[in-house]
């Protein structure tokens, strides 16, 4: 797919062929239905590893992490929004943009790294879709993993896929936000004093420090913001939606949505393992824990929920591994593009063989991926920082200040995560492949 490179030596007014100051605001209704790529990024990013994630946190610490949502919410915008400034301003998506201003092995290199990220986190989304799947009809996982990659197979290799995706993927967010929202009711909610207290007074407990930054980063990703770019050429987006509040849109309701599930696990979890002093290491076990408010219908409920986070994660996850990778190599990216299809597919059979040979127990893949985006984020985000603060990008527009310190200070941010996950995981997988 090629792009029209925008002239970056021509004032923003003449590159886009309007005024964006004169830019007429869209009504809620447009504004709706111009809505899409960030329901896709949620449901990538809301994975059986973020439920377990999710659930733990609450589980260790109860309501004292809950001022994480803050920095989630920040970070989540800025990234996705400074990934749109760039696709507009520059006429290209992120790594397209990047392959013009650094050339193609820098472009190559994200993308391959970008890739190997998404392509790990879909091994533990294999073994999610399976596990809820056993959770509601009891046969084994496998079975169930099988029945839902062949759903996943003909949503790719039939035509209307991104509309199939959008779709699919908002029937399992409302699921899983209807199943953790149910068990927060049945458990007598929250106790919301505990909970304004674990916002407004930040704190982190011994021990703390990795998994907070792991929260973060599972739920704030530079990954989200850059495939945003490129499903917007999917969803038929126009350069007037980056100032007619269409793209500010989409990022607050894929973070809103990202904070309503994540952040109902994390209540859920401190409602019911922390006082027990219960710790998981699988979602699937949450069905059980949650038997004395939800009785026979905990494993359904659950169920629910893990089915639509697993699936609706391997359906924008494995699309979204493909497509960067890509364009980091300059190739064919559209959804309805046979090559794409072919490798979503085949990337779904190996990571299938791959869960199938480790017996269904996907923990030291999952320290791979941990790795792998550790390693990614960081890279992407530094090209993303440096082509945001270059002065041509907004010549004769005013510059977004707001916009590059929020994203510099980000991506500072998503350094310190990166440096403090390599000290812990590093160590792991070593000592997880010896074991």
């Known amino acids: 797919m090629s792009f029209e490179i925008s002239d970056m030596s021509k004032p923003v007014s003449e590159r886009l062929g309007f005024d964006p100051a004169q830019v007429k605001k869209l009504s809620f209704v447009e504004i709706i239905k111009k809505i899409g790529p960030g329901i896709i990024l949620t449901g990538i990013v809301i994975g059986p590893g973020n439920i377990t994630t999710s659930a733990m946190m609450g589980a260790n610490y109860g309501y004292q992490m809950m001022w994480l949502l803050i920095p ?11 990934s749109y400034r760039i696709s507009i301003m520059t006429g290209m998506p992120v790594l397209h943009a990047i392959r013009h201003y650094y050339g193609g092995i820098a472009s190559g290199f994200c993308g391959v790294a970008l890739f190997l990220s998404c392509f790990f986190f879909t091994l533990g989304n294999v073994t999610g879709t399976g596990a809820g799947m ?3 009809f009891g046969f084994d996982w496998r079975i169930g993993s099988l029945i839902m990659l062949a759903v996943l197979a003909f949503c790719y290799l039939t035509k209307g896929v991104y509309s199939k995706v959008e779709k699919g993927i908002m029937i399992c967010i409302f699921g899983m936000i209807l199943a953790f929202f149910a068990t927060l009711v049945a458990t007598g909610g929250p106790a ?8 407004i007074h930040p704190t982190l407990p011994e021990g703390s420090l990795t998994t907070a930054l792991a929260y973060i980063s599972t739920n704030a990703a530079v990954t989200a913001g850059i495939y945003g770019t490129y499903l917007g050429l999917e969803k038929k987006w126009k350069k007037e939606d980056l100032f007619n509040g269409a793209m ?7 973070i809103v949505l990202v904070v309503l599930i994540s952040g109902a696990i994390v209540l859920v979890g401190a409602i019911v393992l922390h006082p027990e002093g219960i710790a998981i290491k699988a ?15 905990a494993p359904i409920v659950m169920g629910i929920a893990i089915i639509g986070a697993g699936f609706s994660s391997l359906l924008g996850n494995t699309q979204r591994g493909v497509v960067l990778l890509n364009a980091g190599l300059n190739k064919e990216i559209g959804l309805e593009s046979k090559p794409v299809k072919i490798l979503c597919v085949a990337c ?5 063989a791959i869960c199938f040979s480790y017996g269904g127990s996907p923990t030291q893949l999952i320290f791979i991926a941990n790795v792998a985006t550790s390693v990614a984020t960081p890279v992407a985000g530094l090209f993303m920082v440096l082509i945001l603060w270059k002065k041509e990008l ?6 977004p200040k707001v916009l590059q310190i929020s994203m510099t200070i980000c991506y500072i941010f998503a350094v310190f995560m990166t440096i403090n996950a390599l000290r812990t995981q590093i160590p792991n997988l070593i000592h997880s492949f010896i074991g």
């Open 72 to 82: 989630i919410i920040l970070m989540g915008i800025t990234f996705t929004m400074c």
């Open 134 to 136: 056993n959770l509601i």
């Open 192 to 199: 919301w004093g505990e909970v304004g207290k674990g916002i």
């Open 248 to 254: 500010r849109a989409d990022a607050i309701t894929h």
């Open 283 to 297: 979602p699937a076990q949450l069905g059980e824990l949650l038997r004395p408010f939800l009785g026979n219908a």
């Open 348 to 352: 779904l059979a190996i990571a299938t």
């Open 394 to 399: 907004f010549l004769g527009y005013k510059t």
